[in-house]
């Protein structure tokens, strides 16, 4: 099942997409929506989690210290290109715990895990990482690979500009 929540925003700041991912960590403190994912969103978040077990496996694609934290003591994957981007978003963490977490360097969609592997897979606004089109779409269908039959992945999307697509054309894409 996927579980999906849209975030309009008709411009973005140079912020998001005008730098490199490696610098993003830098500043994170002062950054904003639609680049940090607000409380009010991270409080969708954990709606959407619910009661999730212990046991759940989890797959974080991006170092978001946001949705670290909401999963923080359960059985975690972090998913980034790279290590010290995941280190250098670890200091705005406040409950969990690296030393807790398995860290995968990596392109996500060459991720090395089986199929139907993880409970559950979060991500902040990481189909932005992909063109629309085939790319995002080959992104959808790895993601659906990794994902269990029963299991989630919970995004937030950001309306790219020029880009138009509804909430039942996102879940039908992601369903089939």
């Not at 996927?2 to 008709?10: A, E, M, S, V």
């Not at 730098?19 to 002062?30: I, L």
């Not at 030393?99 to 897979?121: M, Q, R, T």
Request: proline share 6%; hydrophobic share 35%; aromatic share 14%.
């Amino acid at each position: 099942m996927f579980k999906i929540f849209k975030t309009h925003t008709p411009s973005f700041r140079f912020g998001l997409w005008g730098r490199s991912y490696q610098e993003r960590y830098k500043t994170w403190e002062k950054e904003g929506k639609p680049t940090r994912p607000s409380r009010e969103e991270i409080e969708i978040y954990t709606s959407f989690l619910g009661k999730l077990s212990r046991d759940a496996k989890i797959l974080i694609l991006g170092p978001t210290p946001e949705l670290r934290d909401i999963v923080a003591g359960r059985r975690v994957v972090v998913a980034d290109l790279s290590y010290s981007n995941i280190l250098a978003a670890s200091k705005y963490l406040t409950k969990a715990k690296p030393k807790d977490e398995i860290w995968v360097k990596g392109d996500w969609l060459s991720l090395p895990f089986p199929a139907n592997y993880f409970d559950v897979i979060l991500g902040d606004a990481v189909s932005n990482q992909f063109p629309p089109g085939d790319e995002e779409n080959k992104f959808f269908e790895i993601i659906r690979t990794y994902c269990s039959r029963k299991g989630y992945f919970i995004s937030r999307f950001l309306q790219r500009h020029g880009v138009q697509i509804s909430h039942d054309q996102l879940a039908r894409h992601l369903a089939t």
